[in-house]
């Protein structure tokens, strides 16, 4: 069974906006105390990108801080990450997350239970 599926993704020029979305069960999103993005770049580790809890409580890379913004709609059970003046090192397949911790939002990626199949993001110069 999918448990989160992520949209999206695809080519663009440097500078120029990108809206990811992924669309989780209601289970993952009425149970999870934290989701996040992650990013991995070929030859890269995976890093978190962007992270919000239940409380909608936000925290951002420092690469990314000012041009990524992280949000969810529960109604509608997704998480989006709106990306704004891309860059060539954004270049990264992009999965969202969500972990059973209830407690805390872990920054390495093994401490996720649910993962999309991720999407392609390309910034060309």
């Known amino acids: 069974q999918v448990q989160l599926a992520e949209s999206g993704g695809g080519p663009v020029q440097a500078g120029g906006p990108l809206t990811l979305s992924c669309v989780g069960t209601?289970?993952?999103?009425?149970?999870?105390?934290?989701m996040a993005w992650f990013r991995q770049a070929p030859g890269k580790e995976r890093e978190r990108v962007a992270r919000i809890d239940r409380n909608g409580n936000t925290q951002y890379t420092d690469s990314v801080k000012g041009r990524f913004t992280i949000s969810q709609d529960n109604a509608k059970r997704t998480l989006f990450l709106q990306m704004n003046s891309l860059k060539p090192e954004d270049t990264a397949m992009y999965y969202c997350a969500a972990t059973n911790i209830q407690s805390y939002c872990p920054m390495d990626f093994e401490r996720y239970n649910y993962w999309g199949q991720g999407t392609q993001v390309t910034v060309s110069s």
């Open positions: 209601e289970y993952i999103f009425s149970a999870s105390y934290c």
